[in-house]
């Protein structure tokens, strides 16, 4: 029963800009620990044809230099560690993003078909709640399966597919059991341990969602959650890792039906 559903596809154009974004706040944090030279600064502005004094402020990154001009909005500041790791924060946020929405591409294309083998179908998505309103939309012959999709793709755009939970819950959708640990030699972990590091990335997202990285906790309240450039590197090569494994695991599954 495969087809090109292009789940991956999606997921890697999301990677994609989720590296991008990690390979900014490396190239651009600031590792300048003095101010710009006048005569630096007055040889530049010669050089570029502007008019003295336009130079500001420079920004000596790990990959790129940053000249700041004097009537920019952009800051020194902008460019120091903690400044810049919202750009980390959002490449975690993006990275997650991709995983849930690699999942729900997955089951929205196969759902259906699954659907239409009746007593055969996964017993999961036999059982799925419809709303009775989808359900009477399905009563047109014309249209059931149509109907049907809608209702199941309604039904799971309210539902999360990020922690090893909610998958392995959302892959039962389409008869996959044990999720976590058929996938988990593959990439040379302990099925605990894979949920585990899985569990923590979304947590961090989480924390960045929904409290917008700060801490709530008494004795830091206001202040911002510490986050490791480090761990956002690993996190987002990681989840590369799990969907591309995910993605043959589930392949594998779905050609036998």
């Keep these: 029963m495969r087809i090109d559903d292009n789940a991956i596809d999606i997921y890697k154009t999301g990677s994609i800009r989720a590296h991008r974004l990690a390979r900014l706040y490396h190239g651009l944090v600031n590792q300048r620990r003095r101010a710009m030279r006048e005569d630096w600064a007055r ?19 790990n990959e790129a230099m940053v000249i700041i001009k004097t009537e920019a909005d952009l800051t020194y500041a902008d460019f120091e560690t903690d400044a810049l790791k919202d750009i980390l924060r959002s490449s975690l946020m993006l990275s997650v993003s991709a995983m849930d929405a690699y999942y729900h591409r997955k089951i929205k294309c196969y759902a259906v078909r699954l659907a239409k083998l009746g007593d055969k179908a996964p017993g999961k998505l036999q059982a799925l709640p419809i709303a009775v309103r989808d359900f009477s939309r399905g009563m047109d012959r014309s249209r059931k399966w149509s109907a049907l999709s809608t209702a199941i793709d309604t039904k799971l755009s309210y539902q999360s597919m990020q922690s090893p939970a909610k998958i392995a819950d959302a892959l039962s959708l389409l008869g996959i059991k044990s999720f976590w640990k058929t996938i988990a030699p593959a990439l040379g972990y302990d099925p605990d341990k894979l949920r585990t590091d899985l569990q923590w990335i979304v947590d961090r997202r989480n924390l960045i969602a929904h409290q917008a990285d700060i801490s709530v906790a008494k004795k830091n309240f206001g202040k911002d959650i510490n986050l490791e450039p480090g761990k956002v590197y690993w996190a987002i090569e990681f989840i590369d890792d799990l969907v591309e494994q995910a993605d043959i695991v589930i392949n594998a599954h779905l050609e036998t039906q």
């Design 43 to 61: 040889s530049l502005d010669k050089f570029m044809g502007w008019s003295a004094g336009t130079a500001n402020a420079r920004v000596d990154g």
